[in-house]
């Protein structure tokens, strides 16, 4: 088995995750070489040779749309040299959250990133997916697709580093993770009530504060992107007289200004998971993504 990083040229990404997972799959790391010539054009070229192994590429999603082609590119490359079977790791699944036409004539993106990246690779693993309105992968993809939930590594994080916890969703959406969380811990959970207006503009209301006495809460939530989810509901639990709290992510995108947001919220802590790479990464999924695919690729007699 190789593992390539999708990272190169023109692309963000350090191939940490690619590497850690190479390891922990026992996989031969791939070279992968990407340039980008002057006029913006770019080559992708496989310099590990990769006939009739079993292949895997690792996508920083944060860099969807400059590593979109090249990943089809370097796709396209490996079925040329003789790969039995091409898969891709994107532990964040990016586009996901527009998952309908919002306005008139909007791309649902959701849907035509899948069919994409269905027609790039045989099949894909990702962490945590943003599953609202579509309720399964298995609703827009035509290849198997993995989805590998981080939520038993966050929950042993929050055990070790948080006395007394209350799980805080900001949205109806987070209730999937509040629940498997504070199940997991046999801690109290709750959903707030959020409103968003526009990119930065979220509102949040707590309807019942009394679960908040005397109990740390540990904001959980799938993406921090501007960090105005996390600041809003934060300032929320504060006005209520909350305890410091805490915010845990699986994905953090965090935009410019999203730590700053964080900050003059009076948030004490955050971490992430590693999907993304950023300094508040606190959390390695690696060891449940490396399982998560031993399965899949047994299961289909690789
Ligand atoms: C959307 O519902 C997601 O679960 C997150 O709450 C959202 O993407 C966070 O975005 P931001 O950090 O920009 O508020």
């Not at 919002?102 to 099949?123: K, P």
């Not at 609703?139 to 006395?163: G, K, N, Q, R, Y």
């Not at 930065?200 to 799938?222: C, E, F």
Request: hydrophobic share 45%.
């Amino acid at each position: 088995m190789i593992c390539y990083s999708l990272t190169g040229e023109g692309l963000v990404g350090d191939g940490a995750f690619a590497a850690g997972l190479s390891k922990a799959l026992g996989a031969s790391p791939g070279e992968l070489e990407i340039h980008r010539f002057p006029d913006g054009e770019t080559r992708v070229r496989l310099c590990t040779d990769c006939a009739g192994q079993s292949v895997i590429f690792v996508h920083d999603g944060r860099d969807a749309n400059a590593s979109a082609l090249p990943l089809y590119f370097a796709a396209h490359a490996a079925r040329a040299q003789g790969a039995r079977r091409v898969g891709l790791v994107a532990p964040y699944l990016p586009y996901m959250r527009q998952d309908r036409s919002f306005h008139a004539g909007e791309a649902v993106s959701a849907r035509a990133f899948a069919g994409f990246l269905s027609g790039c690779v045989d099949w894909i693993a990702t962490v945590d997916p943003h599953l609202h309105r579509i309720h399964s992968l298995d609703e827009i993809f035509a290849i198997p697709a993995l989805c590998i939930s981080a939520m038993p590594a966050i929950a042993d994080w929050i055990a070790a580093h948080v006395t007394a916890p209350v799980i805080v969703g900001p949205d109806a959406e987070s209730r999937q993770w509040v629940d498997a969380v504070a199940g997991a811990l046999a801690a109290p959970g709750m959903v707030l009530v959020k409103n968003r207006a526009g990119d930065r503009q979220v509102s949040v209301s707590v309807p019942d504060a009394q679960l908040l006495r005397g109990r740390s809460p540990v904001i959980l939530d799938d993406i921090a992107s501007s960090g105005h989810t996390l600041a809003e509901t934060a300032k929320a639990l504060r006005s209520q007289g909350s305890l410091p709290v805490t915010c845990v992510v699986v994905h953090g995108l965090l935009a410019d200004g999203a730590e700053a947001a964080l900050h003059a919220a009076g948030v004490e802590r955050l971490v992430s998971t590693n999907t993304l790479a950023h300094a508040s990464n606190g959390i390695d999924v690696i060891p449940l993504v490396a399982r998560g695919i031993q399965a899949l690729l047994e299961g289909a007699g690789n």
